[in-house]
């Protein structure tokens, strides 16, 4: 067989990818417990990365060039070039990830063992911290590293790199450190305690561009509204911010230039404005559970794992500015919960 052919013969397989699909602008990976590359401009796959471990999350270096993947068996770097990891840097299942605004500094929350989790619970005892793992991502090596609440959810990242904010739905509270680990502020959104069966779902937290706010996203029994965090002093610091519904959030995605944010709900997409005015409000025959920005427009491109129920297949789409489905790609073998598009 010539070279040509084989070549040919493999990417039919999908053991390899056109070297041309990594350079496309307009890119997205979505996981489930794999990896695939969606050309969002021509609606078709390009790639694909083996991995067989559930993904939590993926973040990419704000050149592009380099994708951090969170998985339930470890942290690894992937090159978004040649579409395939290069590196293991831990074996701790992963939960969240978070790049500073120059690509310096990743940070990463790491779970305690699940044996150990396992014999804590057997045992009536606390569950082992976390650990949250700060990395000059230069050299992927370990700049600081401290414990966190063993039910640490989701992180985020100042721009600069120097605060870091780490969500535990658990304790209805975000927590602020420091890069080398000290507790800076503590911000209380739900007495989850006083809540008792009835406890709120915190599902996310979303740094705003500039670095002026959080937004988490709040669902208890009665409503779901956005729970919207100042860091810049203001009077108030929690503003609340009603969805006028109760169903679960859960996706959340600024706009690259902060002018807006996607929220996703169970089969609806809502967009705020940087005011906090809602601008659309959309239903969808789908339920698509992430949500990203795409770079240089004001469309946002979304995951589901079930794009159609009687297929078993899940899938994205492109929506423009009203939530008007543009293009849509479905995905007979996988199940995507988690979207990154690619700088």
């Not at 701790?92 to 989790?117: F, K, M, N």
């Not at 809502?270 to 601008?279: E, Y």
């Not at 491109?301 to 293009?327: H, M, Q």
Request: proline share 6%; net charge negative; aromatic share 6%.
């Amino acid at each position: 067989m010539s070279m040509r052919n084989l070549l040919l013969a493999l990417l039919a397989l999908g053991l390899t990818t056109p070297a041309f699909a990594a350079d496309k602008s307009n890119v997205a990976w979505v996981s489930s417990n794999h990896i695939q590359v969606v050309d969002l401009d021509e609606a078709r796959v390009v790639g694909r990365i083996p991995l067989q471990e559930f993904i939590h999350d993926i973040e990419f270096s704000p050149d592009g060039n380099t994708a951090y993947v969170a998985s339930s068996k470890g942290l690894r770097l992937a090159d978004a070039n040649a579409l395939n990891f290069t590196q293991k840097v831990s074996s701790a299942t992963t939960r969240g990830l978070a790049v500073s605004a120059d690509g310096s500094r990743l940070v990463a929350i790491h779970r305690a063992p699940s044996e150990d989790a396992l014999a804590a619970r057997k045992a009536g005892l606390p569950l082992p911290p976390a650990t949250l793992a700060v990395y000059a991502t230069a050299g992927m090596t370990v700049e600081y590293s401290f414990a966190i609440d063993a039910n640490s959810f989701d992180l985020a990242l100042s721009p600069d790199g120097e605060r870091i904010f780490v969500l535990v739905p658990q304790q209805g509270a975000v927590y602020e450190h420091s890069a080398n680990g000290k507790l800076v502020d503590t911000v209380q959104l739900v007495d989850q305690v006083a809540a008792g069966p009835h406890a709120s779902m915190l599902s996310e937290l979303a740094m705003s561009p500039d670095g002026s706010k959080l937004v988490v996203p709040v669902t208890n029994a009665d409503s779901s509204y956005l729970a919207e965090i100042s860091l810049n002093g203001a009077d108030e610091k929690v503003v609340r911010q009603d969805l006028g519904h109760a169903r679960r959030i859960q996706g959340l995605r600024w706009d690259e230039d902060g002018s807006g944010i996607y929220v996703t709900a169970i089969n609806h997409m809502i967009k705020f404005d940087g005011r906090g005015l809602p601008v659309s409000w959309k239903s969808f025959p789908a339920n698509y559970v992430d949500v990203q920005g795409l770079p240089g427009t004001d469309h946002a491109v979304v995951a589901t794992p079930t794009f159609s129920k009687a297929r078993k297949s899940g899938g994205l789409a492109v929506l423009d500015a009203n939530g008007e489905v543009l293009r849509s790609v479905e995905l007979p073998d996988m199940s995507p919960f988690v979207v990154a598009v690619r700088p």
